[in-house]
Structure formats: C-alpha cells, structure tokens
Nanobody
Framework: QVQLVESGGGLVQTGGSLRLSCAASGSILGIKTWNWYRQAPGKQRELVATITSGGITNYADSVKGRFTISRDNAKNTAYLQMNSLIPEDTAVYYC?????????????WGQGTQVTVSS
C-alpha cells in the first residue's frame, strides 16, 4: 500500500511563507495526479491545487498567484509552496494522490498538517 507522509506545516505571520511536502513511501505504478486540499475549523474540505502527470496545474481562485504546486516524480513527492499567507489560509492541509492504471483508479491521503497564519 502507498502511504503519504506530510510535513512542513507550522505557525507563520501574515505575509510569510511555508512549503508543504508530501512523500509517498511505497511504489506507485500508473498515471498520477496530485492534489492539495485544506479544511478550516467548522468548514468543509476544499480543493486548493492540482497538478497532473503532464505538469498542468490548477488552483482555487483564493490562492492563485500565491500558492504553487509541484512534484518530483523521482522522489514520489509533491509540494505546495505557500507565499503571502493570510489568516484565511489557516487550515489543516491534506495531500491527495490519485493514481490511474488502465481503468483502475486509486486514491491516497496524507495525514494532514496544520498551517496557522497569525494576524
């Protein structure tokens, strides 16, 4: 089984930056799409950023121009660079990996990492 381990969360002031990492511990066979989600207290989980196997990215409007998703296929690791952070970014951030192998689709989740942005 694939295990996703997240790191890089923490406390930062408004305007600061953080870089989240999500490392897959097992072998991954297939076409991979990485996603970052976040869930703020009392709110539903929302999709923040996506990167496809071809490197195409998509972002939520609320983070465009501030966040950058990337991945290193050799390391089986995805990243979320978070700049110009604001208190509204405070949430638990979850890494998500979707793997397509033929007609089979599998999904894996990280354990979540807390990001807190102070005003």
């Amino acid at each position: 089984q694939v295990q996703l381990v997240e790191s890089g969360g923490g406390l930062v002031q408004t305007g600061g930056s953080l870089r989240l990492s999500c490392a897959a511990s097992g072998s991954i066979l297939g076409i991979k799409t990485w996603n970052w989600y976040r869930q703020a207290p009392g709110k539903q989980r929302e999709l923040v950023a996506t990167i496809t196997s071809g490197g195409i990215t998509n972002y939520a409007d609320s983070v465009k121009g501030r966040f950058t998703i990337s991945r290193d296929n050799a390391k089986n690791t995805a990243y979320l660079q978070m700049n110009s952070l604001i208190p509204e970014d405070t949430a638990v951030y979850y890494c998500n990996l979707v793997v397509y192998d033929g007609s089979t689709r599998r999904m894996y989740w990280g354990q979540g990492t807390q990001v807190t942005v102070s005003s």
